[in-house]
């Protein structure tokens, strides 16, 4: 009985130790220091490699972006995508975001929260998708659950709770559909620079 409690006791401990290794280098260590760094190539070489998202050569991730930490659910960006300085992205429930797609600094993504009404404060998470060229503006809130078609816009500060057709031009809180973009859309989001 002794050798099992030991045993039970060991296996608490490492569970423990296990816990502060994964916040020290998911949370503190990526969204404390590596996000700081002001080389883009060494950011991203951490988020691919270390923090295990699968992510384009050619995404460009700015400094100061804070990611939400997931060992479980790795963040999809495809090529050209081009995300500005301090911008969330929470992949918890699951974040796939396309290729050329430009979001404006401050922007912020969400995959979970709490349940309004729950007496415990529950989290839930649900999925996000972006589609390809989309252009999220500066201060913009993309909500747990929500598809952004591809093309869409969406202006700054808008609120969105539910999905965006695409070529939709989308603003306000909660955003509601104001207008429509071009569908001749073929630009491709190549600008690059060392040091932001």
């Known amino acids: 009985m002794k050798e099992f409690l030991f045993f039970i006791k060991r296996l ?9 290794v994964y916040m020290f280098i998911f949370e503190y260590l990526s969204n404390h ?14 988020i691919r490699y270390v923090l295990r998202h ?18 479980f659910s790795p963040i999809k960006i495809g090529r050209n995508t081009a995300i500005n300085r301090l ?27 709490h349940e309004i009404d729950s007496p415990d404060f529950a989290f839930y998470s649900k999925p996000v998708c972006i589609g390809n060229r989309v252009w999220i503006g500066t201060r913009a809130m993309i909500m747990p659950g929500v598809t952004i078609g591809e093309g869409a816009v ?3 500060g808008a609120v969105v709770v539910k999905d965006v057709a ?21 630009y491709e989001l190549t600008w690059r620079t060392m040091f932001l």
């Open 12 to 20: 608490y401990v490492c569970k423990v130790v296990m816990k502060f």
């Open 33 to 46: 220091i590596v996000n700081k760094i002001p080389v883009h190539r060494l950011r991203w070489l951490f």
């Open 54 to 71: 699968n992510i384009s050569y050619h995404t460009y991730i700015h400094m100061n972006v804070y990611i939400y930490p997931n060992l």
């Open 87 to 113: 911008c969330v992205l929470d992949g918890r429930g699951g974040l796939v975001i396309g290729d050329n797609v430009n979001i404006s600094a401050e922007a912020a993504l969400y995959t979970g929260g």
């Open 154 to 156: 969406i202006l700054p």
């Open 166 to 186: 695409p070529y939709a031009i989308v603003g306000g809180m909660p955003a509601e559909q104001i207008g429509k973009r071009s569908f001749d859309l073929n």
